[in-house]
Protein backbone atom coordinates (compact mmCIF):
# COMPACT_ATOMS: atom_id res chain seq x y z
CA UNK A 1 0.00 0.00 0.00
CA UNK A 2 2.12 2.93 -1.23
CA UNK A 3 0.18 5.95 0.67
CA UNK A 4 -2.05 4.89 3.58
CA UNK A 5 -4.30 8.15 3.33
CA UNK A 6 -4.19 8.47 -0.86
CA UNK A 7 -7.71 7.46 -0.89
CA UNK A 8 -8.50 10.80 1.86
CA UNK A 9 -6.32 13.20 0.08
CA UNK A 10 -7.33 12.41 -3.53
CA UNK A 11 -10.41 12.20 -5.64
CA UNK A 12 -11.30 10.52 -8.51
CA UNK A 13 -10.13 11.22 -11.76
CA UNK A 14 -10.12 10.37 -15.40
CA UNK A 15 -8.39 11.81 -18.16
CA UNK A 16 -9.90 14.38 -20.05
CA UNK A 17 -11.36 13.56 -23.22
CA UNK A 18 -10.85 15.49 -26.88
CA UNK A 19 -13.53 18.18 -27.05
CA UNK A 20 -16.34 16.99 -29.02
CA UNK A 21 -15.83 19.32 -31.88
CA UNK A 22 -12.50 18.09 -32.44
CA UNK A 23 -12.94 14.46 -32.01
CA UNK A 24 -16.34 14.40 -34.41
CA UNK A 25 -13.55 15.23 -37.61
CA UNK A 26 -11.41 11.76 -36.92
CA UNK A 27 -11.60 8.20 -35.93
CA UNK A 28 -8.96 8.51 -32.84
CA UNK A 29 -9.35 7.34 -29.67
CA UNK A 30 -11.35 10.15 -27.52
CA UNK A 31 -9.14 10.31 -24.35
CA UNK A 32 -6.26 13.07 -24.08
CA UNK A 33 -2.69 11.22 -22.56
CA UNK A 34 -2.79 10.70 -18.66
CA UNK A 35 0.32 12.65 -16.84
CA UNK A 36 2.39 9.92 -14.80
CA UNK A 37 1.58 12.14 -11.51
CA UNK A 38 -1.74 11.92 -12.22
CA UNK A 39 -2.08 7.95 -12.54
CA UNK A 40 0.40 7.22 -9.82
CA UNK A 41 -2.12 9.41 -7.61
CA UNK A 42 -5.10 7.20 -8.85
CA UNK A 43 -2.82 4.07 -8.29
CA UNK A 44 -2.62 6.05 -4.40
CA UNK A 45 -6.31 5.43 -3.74
CA UNK A 46 -6.17 1.74 -3.56
CA UNK A 47 -6.55 0.88 0.00
CA UNK A 48 -5.14 -2.62 -0.28
CA UNK A 49 -8.11 -4.05 1.17
CA UNK A 50 -7.83 -7.57 3.46
CA UNK A 51 -10.80 -8.67 1.32
CA UNK A 52 -9.89 -7.19 -2.32
CA UNK A 53 -13.72 -7.37 -3.68
CA UNK A 54 -12.26 -6.17 -6.96
CA UNK A 55 -10.52 -8.80 -7.60
CA UNK A 56 -13.16 -11.16 -7.02
CA UNK A 57 -15.44 -8.53 -9.19
CA UNK A 58 -13.07 -9.11 -12.33
CA UNK A 59 -14.07 -12.94 -13.42
CA UNK A 60 -10.07 -12.92 -14.44
CA UNK A 61 -9.20 -12.72 -11.07
CA UNK A 62 -6.74 -9.64 -11.79
CA UNK A 63 -4.38 -8.56 -8.98
CA UNK A 64 -5.57 -5.51 -8.77
CA UNK A 65 -3.95 -4.47 -5.28
CA UNK A 66 -0.51 -5.49 -6.45
CA UNK A 67 -0.47 -4.00 -9.81
CA UNK A 68 -1.80 -0.56 -8.14
CA UNK A 69 0.57 -0.24 -5.64
CA UNK A 70 3.84 -1.26 -8.08
CA UNK A 71 2.60 1.23 -10.44
CA UNK A 72 2.71 3.87 -7.63
CA UNK A 73 5.87 3.23 -6.59
CA UNK A 74 7.13 3.78 -10.09
CA UNK A 75 7.66 -0.49 -10.26
CA UNK A 76 6.59 -0.36 -14.11
CA UNK A 77 7.70 -3.58 -15.51
CA UNK A 78 6.44 -5.60 -12.78
CA UNK A 79 3.47 -4.21 -12.66
CA UNK A 80 2.98 -5.63 -16.26
CA UNK A 81 4.21 -8.76 -15.17
CA UNK A 82 1.45 -8.87 -12.74
CA UNK A 83 -1.12 -7.88 -15.04
CA UNK A 84 0.34 -10.55 -17.77
CA UNK A 85 -0.23 -13.38 -15.11
CA UNK A 86 -3.82 -13.15 -15.42
CA UNK A 87 -4.94 -11.31 -18.34
CA UNK A 88 -3.59 -11.81 -21.96
CA UNK A 89 -4.90 -8.45 -23.63
CA UNK A 90 -5.03 -6.12 -20.98
CA UNK A 91 -4.95 -3.16 -23.34
CA UNK A 92 -8.43 -4.77 -25.01
CA UNK A 93 -10.09 -5.00 -21.71
CA UNK A 94 -8.51 -1.40 -20.16
CA UNK A 95 -10.20 0.04 -23.18
CA UNK A 96 -13.87 -1.95 -23.18
CA UNK A 97 -14.48 -3.62 -20.72
CA UNK A 98 -17.09 -1.48 -18.36
CA UNK A 99 -14.74 -2.73 -15.34
CA UNK A 100 -16.89 -4.70 -12.92
CA UNK A 101 -13.72 -4.89 -10.40
CA UNK A 102 -14.42 -0.91 -10.14
CA UNK A 103 -17.95 -1.61 -8.91
CA UNK A 104 -17.01 -3.93 -6.65
CA UNK A 105 -13.96 -1.93 -5.27
CA UNK A 106 -14.63 -1.90 -1.45
CA UNK A 107 -14.00 2.51 -1.29
CA UNK A 108 -16.70 2.09 -3.75
CA UNK A 109 -19.28 1.88 -0.82
CA UNK A 110 -19.42 5.32 -0.11
CA UNK A 111 -16.52 7.04 -2.12
CA UNK A 112 -16.20 6.93 -6.17
CA UNK A 113 -14.27 3.75 -6.58
CA UNK A 114 -10.77 3.56 -7.78
CA UNK A 115 -9.45 4.17 -11.38
CA UNK A 116 -8.77 0.33 -12.02
CA UNK A 117 -9.58 0.57 -15.94
CA UNK A 118 -7.25 3.57 -16.33
CA UNK A 119 -4.48 2.18 -14.24
CA UNK A 120 -4.45 -0.94 -16.07
CA UNK A 121 -4.33 0.28 -19.71
CA UNK A 122 -1.78 2.61 -18.40
CA UNK A 123 0.60 -0.02 -17.30
CA UNK A 124 -0.05 -2.23 -20.94
CA UNK A 125 0.48 0.74 -22.68
CA UNK A 126 3.94 2.38 -20.95
CA UNK A 127 4.71 -1.63 -21.39
CA UNK A 128 4.81 -2.31 -25.09
CA UNK A 129 6.52 1.54 -25.76
CA UNK A 130 8.72 0.41 -23.72
CA UNK A 131 9.31 -2.48 -25.11
CA UNK A 132 8.60 -5.28 -22.24
CA UNK A 133 6.41 -7.34 -23.85
CA UNK A 134 8.08 -9.60 -26.32
CA UNK A 135 7.27 -12.92 -27.71
CA UNK A 136 6.84 -15.83 -25.47
CA UNK A 137 8.13 -18.66 -27.22
CA UNK A 138 7.84 -22.50 -25.56
CA UNK A 139 10.37 -24.60 -24.93
CA UNK A 140 9.26 -27.12 -26.77
CA UNK A 141 6.68 -28.48 -28.94
CA UNK A 142 4.33 -31.54 -27.72
CA UNK A 143 3.12 -32.78 -31.09
CA UNK A 144 -0.37 -32.33 -30.73
CA UNK A 145 -2.52 -29.90 -32.92
CA UNK A 146 -5.42 -27.77 -31.52
CA UNK A 147 -7.69 -25.87 -33.42
CA UNK A 148 -9.42 -22.87 -32.66
CA UNK A 149 -12.50 -21.73 -34.60
CA UNK A 150 -13.27 -18.08 -33.96
CA UNK A 151 -10.85 -15.16 -33.62
CA UNK A 152 -12.87 -13.08 -30.53
CA UNK A 153 -11.08 -12.57 -27.65
CA UNK A 154 -12.20 -15.91 -26.05
CA UNK A 155 -10.57 -17.61 -29.30
CA UNK A 156 -7.65 -15.40 -29.13
CA UNK A 157 -6.76 -16.22 -25.34
CA UNK A 158 -6.93 -19.98 -25.93
CA UNK A 159 -5.08 -19.60 -28.94
CA UNK A 160 -2.08 -17.61 -26.73
CA UNK A 161 -2.35 -20.12 -23.81
CA UNK A 162 -2.64 -23.20 -26.04
CA UNK A 163 0.56 -22.17 -28.09
CA UNK A 164 2.69 -21.30 -25.28
CA UNK A 165 1.71 -24.65 -23.46
CA UNK A 166 3.73 -26.22 -26.62
CA UNK A 167 1.05 -27.05 -28.95
CA UNK A 168 0.80 -26.37 -32.46
CA UNK A 169 -1.93 -24.03 -32.97
CA UNK A 170 -4.29 -22.78 -35.72
CA UNK A 171 -6.73 -19.97 -35.28
CA UNK A 172 -9.62 -20.39 -38.11
CA UNK A 173 -11.62 -17.26 -38.83
CA UNK A 174 -14.21 -16.43 -41.13
CA UNK A 175 -13.56 -12.89 -42.07
CA UNK A 176 -10.88 -11.46 -43.80
CA UNK A 177 -9.20 -10.14 -40.53
CA UNK A 178 -8.58 -11.36 -36.84
CA UNK A 179 -10.20 -9.91 -34.78
CA UNK A 180 -14.23 -10.78 -34.73
CA UNK A 181 -15.99 -8.37 -33.44
CA UNK A 182 -12.65 -5.91 -32.24
CA UNK A 183 -12.34 -5.75 -35.36
CA UNK A 184 -15.23 -5.16 -37.41
CA UNK A 185 -17.49 -4.67 -34.36
CA UNK A 186 -15.55 -2.32 -32.19
CA UNK A 187 -15.10 1.51 -33.85
CA UNK A 188 -11.74 3.09 -33.90
CA UNK A 189 -12.55 5.54 -31.92
CA UNK A 190 -13.48 3.17 -29.23
CA UNK A 191 -9.86 1.14 -29.58
CA UNK A 192 -7.47 1.79 -32.56
CA UNK A 193 -6.69 -1.04 -34.11
CA UNK A 194 -3.00 -1.09 -33.98
CA UNK A 195 -3.17 -2.62 -30.72
CA UNK A 196 -5.11 -5.55 -31.78
CA UNK A 197 -2.61 -6.01 -34.78
CA UNK A 198 0.40 -5.34 -32.00
CA UNK A 199 -0.97 -8.20 -30.04
CA UNK A 200 -1.43 -10.35 -33.00
CA UNK A 201 2.19 -9.95 -34.16
CA UNK A 202 3.39 -11.06 -30.74
CA UNK A 203 1.20 -14.48 -30.85
CA UNK A 204 2.33 -14.95 -34.72
CA UNK A 205 5.89 -14.60 -33.13
CA UNK A 206 5.17 -17.27 -30.76
CA UNK A 207 4.10 -19.97 -33.23
CA UNK A 208 0.40 -19.38 -33.48
CA UNK A 209 -0.62 -19.57 -37.45
CA UNK A 210 -3.88 -17.70 -38.56
CA UNK A 211 -5.87 -18.82 -41.66
CA UNK A 212 -8.44 -15.86 -42.67
CA UNK A 213 -11.06 -16.37 -45.44
CA UNK A 214 -11.89 -19.78 -44.25
CA UNK A 215 -15.71 -20.81 -42.41
CA UNK A 216 -15.25 -23.99 -41.07
CA UNK A 217 -18.02 -26.66 -42.38
CA UNK A 218 -18.06 -24.54 -45.69
CA UNK A 219 -14.14 -24.09 -46.76
CA UNK A 220 -13.07 -26.57 -44.72
CA UNK A 221 -15.21 -29.49 -44.25
CA UNK A 222 -15.65 -30.82 -40.54
CA UNK A 223 -14.66 -34.19 -41.37
CA UNK A 224 -11.06 -32.69 -42.39
CA UNK A 225 -11.10 -30.40 -39.61
CA UNK A 226 -11.32 -33.61 -36.95
CA UNK A 227 -8.81 -35.28 -38.96
CA UNK A 228 -5.89 -32.79 -38.84
CA UNK A 229 -6.39 -31.42 -34.98
CA UNK A 230 -6.23 -33.41 -31.98
CA UNK A 231 -8.47 -31.26 -30.18
CA UNK A 232 -10.93 -28.59 -31.61
CA UNK A 233 -11.82 -25.07 -29.40
CA UNK A 234 -14.97 -23.76 -30.46
CA UNK A 235 -15.14 -19.93 -29.96
CA UNK A 236 -17.54 -18.15 -33.00
CA UNK A 237 -19.59 -15.77 -30.29
CA UNK A 238 -23.24 -15.03 -29.87
CA UNK A 239 -23.36 -13.29 -33.24
CA UNK A 240 -27.16 -14.32 -33.78
CA UNK A 241 -28.63 -10.47 -33.76
CA UNK A 242 -32.12 -10.15 -32.13
CA UNK A 243 -34.49 -8.48 -34.57
CA UNK A 244 -37.83 -6.44 -34.14
CA UNK A 245 -40.45 -8.55 -36.03
CA UNK A 246 -42.96 -5.16 -36.11
CA UNK A 247 -45.35 -4.21 -39.14
CA UNK A 248 -42.96 -2.56 -41.67
CA UNK A 249 -39.59 -4.51 -41.05
CA UNK A 250 -39.40 -4.83 -44.45
CA UNK A 251 -38.84 -1.68 -45.47
CA UNK A 252 -35.32 -0.26 -46.81
CA UNK A 253 -33.09 1.72 -45.02
CA UNK A 254 -33.61 -0.77 -41.61
CA UNK A 255 -30.27 -1.96 -40.38
CA UNK A 256 -28.97 -4.58 -38.20
CA UNK A 257 -25.71 -2.52 -36.21
CA UNK A 258 -23.53 -5.43 -37.42
CA UNK A 259 -24.63 -4.59 -41.00
CA UNK A 260 -23.83 -0.76 -40.31
CA UNK A 261 -20.90 -0.86 -38.02
CA UNK A 262 -18.03 -2.68 -40.19
CA UNK A 263 -18.33 -0.59 -42.83
CA UNK A 264 -16.58 2.41 -41.27
CA UNK A 265 -14.32 0.08 -39.65
CA UNK A 266 -12.97 -1.06 -43.15
CA UNK A 267 -12.63 2.70 -44.27
CA UNK A 268 -10.49 3.08 -41.25
CA UNK A 269 -8.40 0.02 -42.68
CA UNK A 270 -8.00 1.51 -45.88
CA UNK A 271 -10.55 -1.35 -47.48
CA UNK A 272 -13.19 1.23 -48.97
CA UNK A 273 -13.45 5.41 -49.80
CA UNK A 274 -16.39 5.73 -47.79
CA UNK A 275 -18.64 3.17 -46.04
CA UNK A 276 -21.32 1.26 -47.61
CA UNK A 277 -24.05 2.89 -45.43
CA UNK A 278 -23.44 6.49 -44.52
CA UNK A 279 -25.73 8.22 -42.30
CA UNK A 280 -24.70 11.81 -43.11
CA UNK A 281 -27.37 14.26 -43.70
CA UNK A 282 -30.07 11.46 -42.46
CA UNK A 283 -32.29 11.31 -39.09
CA UNK A 284 -31.02 8.27 -37.26
CA UNK A 285 -33.11 6.11 -35.18
CA UNK A 286 -31.22 4.10 -33.22
CA UNK A 287 -32.99 0.80 -31.22
CA UNK A 288 -31.13 -0.34 -28.27
CA UNK A 289 -29.62 1.35 -25.50
CA UNK A 290 -26.09 -0.60 -24.74
CA UNK A 291 -22.99 -0.40 -26.01
CA UNK A 292 -23.62 -1.43 -29.35
CA UNK A 293 -25.79 1.25 -30.05
CA UNK A 294 -23.77 3.95 -28.71
CA UNK A 295 -20.93 2.62 -31.16
CA UNK A 296 -23.75 3.38 -33.35
CA UNK A 297 -24.20 6.82 -32.33
CA UNK A 298 -20.52 7.51 -32.38
CA UNK A 299 -20.37 6.16 -35.60
CA UNK A 300 -23.66 8.09 -37.26
CA UNK A 301 -22.52 11.51 -35.41
CA UNK A 302 -18.78 11.23 -37.34
CA UNK A 303 -20.47 10.12 -40.37
CA UNK A 304 -22.44 13.64 -39.83
CA UNK A 305 -26.05 12.32 -39.19
CA UNK A 306 -28.49 15.59 -38.84
CA UNK A 307 -30.12 14.15 -35.83
CA UNK A 308 -29.91 10.46 -33.73
CA UNK A 309 -32.51 9.42 -31.23
CA UNK A 310 -31.26 6.25 -29.36
CA UNK A 311 -34.35 3.99 -28.02
CA UNK A 312 -34.25 2.02 -24.73
CA UNK A 313 -36.98 -0.10 -23.61
CA UNK A 314 -36.51 -0.04 -20.08
CA UNK A 315 -37.00 2.97 -17.83
CA UNK A 316 -33.84 5.60 -17.29
CA UNK A 317 -31.57 4.17 -14.70
CA UNK A 318 -30.97 5.83 -11.60
CA UNK A 319 -28.23 8.30 -10.65
CA UNK A 320 -27.25 6.57 -7.91
CA UNK A 321 -27.61 2.75 -6.54
CA UNK A 322 -31.00 1.85 -5.36
CA UNK A 323 -31.16 -0.29 -2.25
CA UNK A 324 -32.05 -3.42 -4.51
CA UNK A 325 -28.59 -3.18 -6.01
CA UNK A 326 -26.01 -2.79 -3.54
CA UNK A 327 -22.25 -2.87 -3.58
CA UNK A 328 -20.58 -5.11 -4.55
CA UNK A 329 -22.88 -6.32 -7.39
CA UNK A 330 -22.54 -3.77 -10.95
CA UNK A 331 -24.49 -0.61 -10.34
CA UNK A 332 -26.91 -0.42 -12.37
CA UNK A 333 -26.66 3.26 -12.91
CA UNK A 334 -27.28 6.06 -15.08
CA UNK A 335 -23.89 6.79 -17.41
CA UNK A 336 -22.55 8.95 -20.21
CA UNK A 337 -19.90 7.12 -22.76
CA UNK A 338 -18.50 9.31 -25.02
CA UNK A 339 -20.71 8.58 -27.73
CA UNK A 340 -23.73 10.22 -25.56
CA UNK A 341 -21.52 13.39 -24.62
CA UNK A 342 -21.06 13.93 -28.73
CA UNK A 343 -24.80 14.29 -29.19
CA UNK A 344 -28.05 12.52 -29.95
CA UNK A 345 -31.13 12.52 -28.07
CA UNK A 346 -31.86 9.63 -25.38
CA UNK A 347 -35.56 8.23 -25.47
CA UNK A 348 -36.53 5.91 -22.46
CA UNK A 349 -39.55 3.04 -21.28
CA UNK A 350 -40.14 3.28 -25.25
CA UNK A 351 -41.62 1.01 -27.77
CA UNK A 352 -41.04 0.63 -32.10
CA UNK A 353 -44.97 -0.47 -32.96
CA UNK A 354 -44.37 0.00 -36.54
CA UNK A 355 -42.28 0.95 -39.21
CA UNK A 356 -43.62 3.44 -41.28
CA UNK A 357 -42.81 3.73 -45.41
CA UNK A 358 -42.25 5.86 -48.33
CA UNK A 359 -41.45 4.15 -51.94
CA UNK A 360 -39.61 0.95 -49.94
CA UNK A 361 -37.98 2.67 -47.67
CA UNK A 362 -38.16 4.09 -44.01
CA UNK A 363 -39.68 7.23 -43.12
CA UNK A 364 -41.13 7.10 -39.63
CA UNK A 365 -41.13 4.85 -36.56
CA UNK A 366 -44.69 4.59 -34.25
CA UNK A 367 -44.07 4.37 -30.75
CA UNK A 368 -45.72 4.60 -27.07
CA UNK A 369 -44.33 5.23 -24.40
CA UNK A 370 -43.92 1.29 -21.92
CA UNK A 371 -44.34 0.61 -18.10
CA UNK A 372 -42.62 -2.40 -16.64
CA UNK A 373 -45.48 -4.67 -15.09
CA UNK A 374 -44.82 -7.90 -12.81
CA UNK A 375 -47.53 -10.40 -13.20
CA UNK A 376 -46.61 -13.61 -11.12
CA UNK A 377 -43.21 -13.59 -11.12
CA UNK A 378 -42.78 -12.23 -14.90
CA UNK A 379 -42.24 -9.25 -16.16
CA UNK A 380 -43.90 -7.45 -19.42
CA UNK A 381 -43.69 -3.87 -20.83
CA UNK A 382 -47.01 -2.88 -21.39
CA UNK A 383 -48.05 0.37 -23.44
CA UNK A 384 -49.46 3.87 -21.81
CA UNK A 385 -52.32 4.79 -23.72
CA UNK A 386 -51.63 8.40 -25.07
CA UNK A 387 -48.42 8.35 -25.84
CA UNK A 388 -48.12 7.07 -28.95
CA UNK A 389 -45.45 9.17 -31.01
CA UNK A 390 -43.66 9.25 -34.69
CA UNK A 391 -40.13 9.89 -35.28
CA UNK A 392 -39.20 10.56 -38.74
CA UNK A 393 -35.95 8.26 -39.98
CA UNK A 394 -33.69 7.80 -42.70
CA UNK A 395 -31.82 5.38 -41.39
CA UNK A 396 -33.11 2.84 -38.30
CA UNK A 397 -30.08 0.49 -36.61
CA UNK A 398 -31.40 -2.22 -34.45
CA UNK A 399 -28.83 -2.81 -31.57
CA UNK A 400 -30.71 -5.12 -29.35
CA UNK A 401 -28.10 -7.54 -28.82
CA UNK A 402 -27.15 -11.33 -29.64
CA UNK A 403 -29.24 -14.47 -29.30
CA UNK A 404 -27.03 -17.08 -29.45
CA UNK A 405 -24.61 -19.03 -31.43
CA UNK A 406 -25.96 -19.03 -35.15
CA UNK A 407 -26.48 -22.34 -36.37
CA UNK A 408 -24.74 -23.39 -39.59
CA UNK A 409 -22.65 -25.68 -41.20
CA UNK A 410 -20.21 -25.80 -38.42
CA UNK A 411 -22.90 -26.56 -35.69
CA UNK A 412 -25.02 -29.10 -37.91
CA UNK A 413 -21.79 -30.84 -39.37
CA UNK A 414 -20.63 -31.65 -35.62
CA UNK A 415 -24.16 -32.31 -34.38
CA UNK A 416 -23.37 -30.10 -31.00
CA UNK A 417 -26.18 -30.50 -28.46
CA UNK A 418 -27.31 -26.93 -27.33
CA UNK A 419 -28.44 -26.08 -23.75
CA UNK A 420 -31.96 -24.65 -22.86
CA UNK A 421 -30.89 -21.01 -24.10
CA UNK A 422 -29.86 -22.27 -27.67
CA UNK A 423 -26.12 -22.28 -26.41
CA UNK A 424 -23.48 -24.44 -27.10
CA UNK A 425 -24.02 -27.43 -24.72
CA UNK A 426 -20.78 -28.22 -22.37
CA UNK A 427 -19.62 -29.83 -19.06
CA UNK A 428 -17.24 -29.07 -16.28
CA UNK A 429 -14.24 -29.08 -18.65
CA UNK A 430 -15.42 -26.74 -21.60
CA UNK A 431 -16.28 -30.27 -23.37
CA UNK A 432 -19.15 -30.67 -25.55
CA UNK A 433 -21.43 -33.32 -26.46
CA UNK A 434 -18.97 -34.24 -29.32
CA UNK A 435 -15.59 -35.72 -28.06
CA UNK A 436 -12.41 -33.70 -28.29
CA UNK A 437 -14.73 -30.51 -29.26
CA UNK A 438 -14.79 -27.93 -27.02
CA UNK A 439 -16.28 -24.37 -26.87
CA UNK A 440 -15.48 -21.01 -24.74
CA UNK A 441 -17.09 -17.65 -24.61
CA UNK A 442 -20.17 -16.05 -26.22
CA UNK A 443 -20.88 -19.14 -27.59
CA UNK A 444 -21.42 -21.43 -24.47
CA UNK A 445 -22.24 -18.71 -22.16
CA UNK A 446 -24.11 -15.97 -24.15
CA UNK A 447 -23.52 -12.42 -25.21
CA UNK A 448 -21.44 -11.23 -21.81
CA UNK A 449 -18.30 -9.25 -21.27
CA UNK A 450 -15.38 -9.35 -22.65
CA UNK A 451 -13.16 -10.18 -19.58
CA UNK A 452 -15.75 -13.57 -19.44
CA UNK A 453 -14.19 -14.55 -22.77
CA UNK A 454 -10.61 -13.98 -22.05
CA UNK A 455 -11.64 -15.87 -18.77
CA UNK A 456 -13.65 -18.60 -20.79
CA UNK A 457 -10.97 -19.06 -23.34
CA UNK A 458 -8.39 -19.35 -20.55
CA UNK A 459 -9.78 -21.77 -18.49
CA UNK A 460 -10.91 -23.80 -21.69
CA UNK A 461 -7.43 -23.54 -22.84
CA UNK A 462 -6.25 -25.43 -19.16
CA UNK A 463 -8.87 -28.16 -20.00
CA UNK A 464 -7.47 -28.82 -23.40
CA UNK A 465 -3.77 -28.98 -22.17
CA UNK A 466 -5.09 -31.47 -19.33
CA UNK A 467 -6.42 -33.79 -21.88
CA UNK A 468 -3.61 -33.36 -24.22
CA UNK A 469 -1.20 -33.66 -21.55
CA UNK A 470 -2.35 -35.56 -18.72
CA UNK A 471 -2.10 -32.48 -16.85
CA UNK A 472 -1.60 -28.45 -17.30
CA UNK A 473 0.03 -25.69 -15.10
CA UNK A 474 -1.88 -23.27 -17.06
CA UNK A 475 -4.86 -21.29 -15.06
CA UNK A 476 -8.27 -21.58 -15.18
CA UNK A 477 -10.20 -18.71 -13.65
CA UNK A 478 -13.58 -19.80 -13.70
CA UNK A 479 -16.00 -22.99 -14.42
CA UNK A 480 -18.81 -22.86 -17.22
CA UNK A 481 -22.11 -21.16 -15.88
CA UNK A 482 -23.93 -24.14 -17.16
CA UNK A 483 -23.14 -27.93 -17.51
CA UNK A 484 -25.96 -29.89 -18.87
CA UNK A 485 -23.40 -32.78 -19.78
CA UNK A 486 -21.92 -34.83 -17.92
Known amino acids: ?121 SIVDRAWEEGWIVPLVPAENTGRRVAVVGSGPAGLAAAQQLTRAGHSVVVFERADRIGGLMRYGIPEFKMEKRHLDRRLAQMEAEGTEFRTNTAVGVDLPVKQLRADFDAVVLACGATQWRDLPVPGRELDGILQAMEYLPGSNRVQEGDLNTAPVDAAGMDVVIIGGGDTGADCLGTALRQGARVVHQFEIMPRPPDERPDSNPWPTWPMIYRVSSAHEEGGEREYAINTSEFVGQDGRVSALRTHRVEQVYTEGRMSFEPIEG ?78 DRMLSGSTLLPAPIAPTAVPLR
Open 1 to 121: MGDARGFLKHDRQLPDRRSVPVRLRDWNEVYEPFGEDNLREQASRCMDCGIPFCNDGCPLGNLIPDWNDLTYRDHWQNAIERLHATNNFPEFTGRLCPAPCEGACVLGINEPPVTIKQIEV
Open 387 to 464: TEQEFPADLVLLAMGFTGPERNELTDGLGLELDVRGNVARNREYQTSVDGVYVCGDMGRGQSLIVWAIAEGRSCAAAV
